[in-house]
């Protein structure tokens, strides 16, 4: 299958500190932490890296990997971290014949500081992602099977109702996993385009940042996701979502969503599993209990490989289980790729969890 990635490109530079180095304070009430640095002080790493990463490279390399002909449409700078991303593209076999160089800023990069439960804090430099121009969207990019759109940057956003239109001009599958800047600054234009495409992936903060704009003449009556037969219902299929003060029932943004447009609307909800809405229903998959060395690249590897199974012709029952045992591979290592799974490492895990990994489904 051809597919075309569209975004960030990154160098992650990646520091890991033993806890005992740095201190760490925790809101209860928000569910927030924070790690502390003190000013002035030089802090002992267990590891300082350096990698590969970015939206765009994490899942071009990732559907590489599943087998497919990946082609990444990234913007770089003129400067050897833009050398090393090339290459590492061409060691995964991903084509860079649609990548452009532009002068006017660096590549872009960023420093991860993991440490406790290794749920990095995460510095970005966007450089040369912010320059995405009109005319560097090829026509002959977008003959594919599948295009997908990482999180774009700062001015690069407003290319995204042209990607998305000429992705579907070419009959091209298109799947999306935007950003929290994306959904808020470029809301206007996200949610115009919202009707053209098929995949729509976010985590649970991104889901409840969209809640109070679904709110306006909401009052759903539909079915309401149950336990059913006694069983244990997950946190945010009894929860819900909230965002801004406005609270909705998971079914009822799913019902919401579906209405703008897209067919999958998959939200993720880290160590608590992931969900799939769908027109006919909800799917449910708990996390993969694994030892957690870094959290980055995880909602990539989900929702690329995700999207790579649907597309193939996948149920979305396999394609949610493949999406969570691959990101599951990825959190047990430090950076975005090292853990992204070939095909057939793929599809042993999915022969050896399907009876220890079930997936929960919901009519609404």
């Known amino acids: 299958m051809k597919v075309l990635t569209i975004g960030s490109a990154l160098i992650d530079t990646i520091a890991v500190i033993p806890s005992e180095q740095i201190e760490r304070m925790a809101l209860g009430n928000a569910q927030t932490s924070f790690l502390l640095l003190e000013e002035g002080r030089k802090n002992e790493a267990q590891e300082v890296s350096t990698h590969c990463g970015g939206g765009a490279v994490n899942t071009a390399v990732g559907m590489a990997r599943l087998g497919h002909d990946v082609a990444a449409l990234v913007k770089l700078g003129q400067d050897a971290r833009a050398e090393t991303i090339l290459a590492g593209l061409a060691a995964e076999g991903v084509s860079t014949r649609y990548t452009v160089r532009d002068g006017r800023l660096p590549t872009g990069a960023s420093v991860l500081i993991s440490s406790h439960d290794r749920n990095a804090a995460i510095f970005t430099f966007r450089g040369a992602n912010t320059l995405l121009e009109p ?155 694994v030892k957690v060395a870094g959290t980055a690249g995880a909602g990539d590897a989900f929702a690329s490989t995700f999207a790579s199974f649907v597309a193939e012709g996948a149920t979305p029952e396999d394609a949610i289980r493949a999406g969570v045992i691959n990101s599951a591979s990825v959190v047990t290592h430090i950076d975005t790729q090292s853990g992204l799974l070939k095909r057939p490492q793929l599809d042993e895990r999915m022969a050896e969890t399907r009876k220890t990994l079930p997936v929960k489904t919901w009519t609404i």
């Open 135 to 289: 005319k560097d969207l090829r026509k002959d990019a977008f003959a594919t099977q599948l295009v997908y759109v990482s999180s774009l940057s700062n001015e690069s956003a407003n290319c995204f109702p042209s990607i998305v239109a000429q992705a579907k001009a070419e009959g091209a599958m298109v799947a999306t996993n935007p950003g929290v800047r994306q959904l808020t600054s470029k809301a206007s234009d996200f949610r115009t385009s919202l009707a053209h495409i098929d995949i729509l992936a976010i985590n649970r903060a991104e889901a409840g940042v969209l809640v109070p704009s679904l709110m306006e003449g909401y009052s759903d009556s539909g079915p309401q996701l149950t336990a059913g037969n006694g069983g244990e219902m997950p946190d945010l299929a009894t929860n819900g979502l909230v965002g801004v003060g406005f609270k909705m029932p998971l079914a009822g943004f799913f019902r919401a969503m579906h209405k703008l447009g897209p067919r999958w609307v998959l939200v993720s909800d880290g160590k608590n599993g992931a969900y799939v809405g769908s027109p006919h229903g909800v799917i449910y998959c708990p996390a993969l209990m």
